[in-house]
Each structure stands twice: as C-alpha cells, then as structure tokens.
C-alpha cells in the first residue's frame, strides 16, 4: 500500500499562519544587497559581527515526502531528497543531497511540499504544482503521472494560501473561500458530487475560512468565527466531530473556537488557541496527540505542557510547535529521530528539539523528518534523510538538528592572516592591516565592506615618590613620557618601553617595572601599567 510520506501539517500549519495575515499582498522586490556596519575598525584581538540586508534566502521551509523545499525570497524554490516523480522539480527524476532549483518559478511567496508532488503560491494569486499527478492533484487538468518542472494549476487567480497532503491540495482565495484538486476518494475535496479533479474546484457552503489545512485523506478549516469545520477520512476520529466517521462534506469539530492556526497530518488534526496553547484529535497510537496517553481521540485533548505556541505543524504521524521563545516542541513518533531531541523513541508528550533557539518557521515532514527556519535564513532538519532530504550532501540521518547546505549566505575575507570570519559572519582581528570582507548570498550576489585592524595601544603611567621627587624625571624610549610634564602616554601592544630615571645617584628604587637595571626600567606593553621611581631628598646637613 502506497502510504508513505503524508505530512501536509508543516505546510499547513505555516500556511495557516499565513492565511491570516498575508491576504494578496504584492512580491516585494529585495532591498539592495549590502553590508552593515560598514568599514568598522577593530584591534588585533577583537571581534566584529557583520550583516546583510537584501540578501537572498530561504523564507519558508515545507518538508514533504522524503523531500524539502524552500521558497526564496527572491521568488525562486529549491528542493533537495527524493526525485523519483519529479517533485524536485528542476526537469529531472535524479534523487539530489544538495538542494536544485526548480525551473520556471520567479515569483514564488510559499512553497509547500506534499507526499510526492509540490506547489507554489506565486505573487499574482496564482500557483503551480509538479511531480507525482496520477489522482489530478497537481491541478494542472491533466492525470499524468508524472511532470519534471512547474505547471500552472487551473482556474486559481487569487489564492493567498495553499496546502499539500497525500495526493489533493487546497487553496484558500483571497474573498476567503476554498479551492480543492485531487483525489476524492474519502470526501477529502468536500463535494459529495465529485469523484475526484484535475482542476480546482470549491467548497460548496465554505466561507469566511480563515486558514486551511490539507492532511492526508481529509481537510480542514478555520473559519471566521473562529471554530474548525473538517471533512472527508474520519477513521481515526481526525474530523474532530466526535465520531469515526468519514464525510464528504464539511463537520464541526465539537468543543473547539478561538482558533488562529490549523495542521493536519495523516491521520490526526491539531490547533493552535489564541491562548497560545494547542488542541490534536484523531490517531495518537504514536503519541501525535500529545496529550500524555497515546489513547485516540475523536474530539480535541490538549498538548501537555505547551502554552505559548505561536505555530503548529503535524507531520505522519508526529506533531510539532514552534514556541513564542523561538524554541521548538515535538511529539509522536520519533524512531528515526524526526523529533529532533537526540533520541529515536516515540513521545506521548512534547520534548524540546535540541539546538533551535530561534525559530521563525516550522515543518513537519510526511515520511520521518522535520525542519526548521531559524531567523537570519538558515535551514535545519533532523530525522529521516536516506534521499538527501535534508539538502545537506549527506544521505545520513539525525536525531538531532542538521544545518542544510548552500542556502546561507557565505562570508570571505581578503587576507585570513589579518582577520578571519566565521560563517555566521563574526570576523576576528589577527594583525594590523585593512582587508576586504565579502558576503555572497545562495543566488552568487555579493556585497563587501573593509575592516581595518589595528595594533591595541595601552597607556603607560609613570608617577614619581620620595623626598627627591621634584628633583628627578623619567624619560622613555620611544618617546612619549617626560615626566617632568608628560608622565603618560600610549604604546602600541608589544612595545617594550625603556624607562630612564635622572639623576641616577637620586633614584632609590622602582616599582612596577618588568626588568630593573640601575636608573632603567624596562616595560612590555600587553596591558595598561603603572610605574613608580622613588627619588632620595638631598641632605642640608654639612
């Protein structure tokens, strides 16, 4: 039986996120590209942490089956893992460790990744969707099993949503109705009268929806008043209706309102509340519920211990939560690691995935792993990657988060014998000079600025004791003290100082110094430092 990677709760749920606030708003063209602060100085020693603005870089982050996508903000995609249908989308059927572009798309907002097929929402309301197409569910009008690169799905003008299950899709429009395609084996499309689409079709008697969520076999949404209405498999209870079973058109989920955000995964469905804490219902033999039992529910039970959620995501058959903190949450199944906390066991609670401490997106995969967007660009994911779905150009997996590859942006520097720089774009001092630190985002445009290193000066202070001190000085070699009038004054680190006390029958002793001899003081200048010379009075007496 062909069940693998059902995961469309990252996809929806960032989706459903995305539902609320991004109603239609125009692809926003990059600022240029540069780097801040520019031109800094620093010492041998110091660091200097750099920034971009306008670079381009992953903006969210869908895994699907055995694959992950990103979208770009330059509106391009990338795709990294499994490519036997062509979900990578770049004209191919190879399977790829490292992430490759699919071709055709400029204008991409969202990118979200089904089992084995994928679309993108583009900037102007419309979408295209490739791979696997055998049940329609690329929308595209056709039953083909199979297509290499984007095609446009049929009818769509002013989508602002969209969401990706096992082998149908949804779209929510900008006048808050819904779009289904695909298989309507199970009522998953929500029009009795339909065997199944190639093209879009609507919802009938669905309005007002505020964010969608596609699992496996069914589909949700949140509507305006701010309850869940699902439909299509009930088999585990994932409808929420309080029973098992399936419905070819839209139920209420029972004691359920409040509600800003919707995931669905194979066979389970889980809300974000506006309170912050989350409600699952359906399967939970895993644990995907949450809730502590691994007891099934066909009504909604709260997640343990979760209280300040700001997204929600269900893959397979474990779920996910990314936290106000930035930190993510997952629970459920976990026996390739997919839940991200070091171990391969599965969880009737949420445990902490390890690592990730700022979160801005999150995705729950349909076969065994899960992803993260952190702030800044970067692309994390753990669990399954025997496809390479982790982009990272292994095929080794995790149980604990790995950092994809060639989707940050890079950082040179001139000359690494005057200052290094790490990848997250801290440069370190190492010996005077001026170089050159560039930073080449994942599309190959670069932008520099200079760092200059300088030498760290300290101060040498002389003072003068004794009965005899009007009478003596200090000098110093290099010049700078004359003590007299001058009795500080700033070296480069490393300098050794020459101190020389006059007369030299009137000096009785110094202090501080490193070496002494006679009048002459010597001092090596790798910190502030303080030098006394101790002068004798001159006797009266006869």
Not at 397 to 410: C, I, K, M, N
């Amino acid at each position: 039986m062909h069940i693998r990677n059902c995961n469309s709760g990252l996809f929806c749920a960032a989706v459903a996120v995305s539902c609320v606030f991004l109603t239609g708003r125009e692809f926003a063209q990059a600022p240029a590209f540069t780097i801040a602060p520019a031109n800094p100085t620093i010492v041998v020693g110091q660091t200097q942490p750099f920034s971009v603005t306008g670079a381009a870089g992953p903006v969210n982050v869908s895994a699907g089956g055995e694959y992950t996508c990103v979208a770009i903000s330059d509106g391009t995609a990338r795709c990294a893992g499994r490519n036997q249908f062509g979900q990578l989308g770049d004209g191919s059927w190879t399977n790829q460790s490292s992430f490759v572009v699919p071709n055709g798309l400029a204008s991409a907002r969202r990118v979200v990744a089904g089992d084995e097929f994928a679309c993108a929402l583009l900037a102007d309301g419309t979408a295209m969707c490739w791979g696997l197409g055998e049940k329609g569910q690329r929308g595209d009008g056709t039953y083909t099993q199979i297509v290499l690169t984007p095609v446009a799905v049929q009818g769509l003008t002013t989508a602002v949503a969209l969401s990706a299950g096992y082998n149908h899709a949804c779209a929510l429009l900008g006048d808050r109705t819904m779009r289904c395609w695909g298989s309507n084996s199970d009522g998953q499309l929500g029009d009795p009268s339909s065997l199944g689409s190639a093209t879009p079709i609507p919802v009938p008697g669905v309005s007002g929806v505020q964010a969608i969520a596609v699992g496996a076999f069914h589909t949700c949404a949140v509507m305006a008043d701010t309850t869940v209405q699902c439909w299509g498999d009930n088999g585990n209870g994932q409808l929420g209706d309080g029973t098992t079973t399936n419905s070819t058109t839209p139920v209420a989920v029972v004691g359920l309102s409040n509600v800003t955000a919707i995931a669905a995964g194979s066979s389970h469905t889980c809300a974000l509340v506006a309170d912050g804490s989350l409600r699952c219902w359906g399967d939970n033999y895993e644990g995907q519920l949450g809730d502590g039992t691994g007891t099934p529910s066909a009504t909604p039970v709260q997640v343990s211990g979760i209280g300040t959620a700001v997204e929600i995501v269900a893959g397979w058959t474990h779920s996910c939560a990314r936290l106000s903190d930035g930190r993510a949450q997952c629970w459920g199944e976990g026996t390739v690691g997919q839940l991200g906390n070091g171990a391969t066991d599965n969880q009737v609670s949420p445990v902490t995935v390890s690592g990730i401490a700022n979160a801005v997106g999150l995705s729950a995969g349909w076969w065994h792993h899960s992803c993260a967007l952190v702030a800044g660009g970067g692309v994390f994911c753990w669990g399954g990657n025997d496809w390479g779905q982790f982009g990272d150009g292994t095929t080794a997996g995790s149980s604990v988060p790995v950092r994809a590859g060639g989707l940050d942006v890079t950082w040179t520097t001139s000359d690494s014998t005057v200052a290094s720089i790490g990848s997250t774009g801290i440069a370190t001092g190492l010996n005077a000079g001026i170089v050159t630190i560039t930073a080449t985002d994942m599309t190959g445009a670069a932008a520099s600025t200079t760092l200059a290193v300088k030498v760290p000066r300290f101060t040498l202070t002389v003072s003068k004791g004794g009965l005899g001190n009007g009478l003596g000085t200090v000098s110093s070699s290099p010049d700078g003290i004359s003590c007299g009038t001058n009795c500080a004054a700033d070296y480069d680190a490393g300098t050794v100082v020459t101190l020389t006390a006059s007369p030299g029958p009137l000096l009785t002793s110094w202090t501080g110094c490193d070496t002494v001899s006679g009048n002459v003081c010597t001092v090596t200048m790798r910190s502030a430092r303080s030098v006394t010379a101790t002068f004798v009075g001159i006797s009266n007496q006869p």
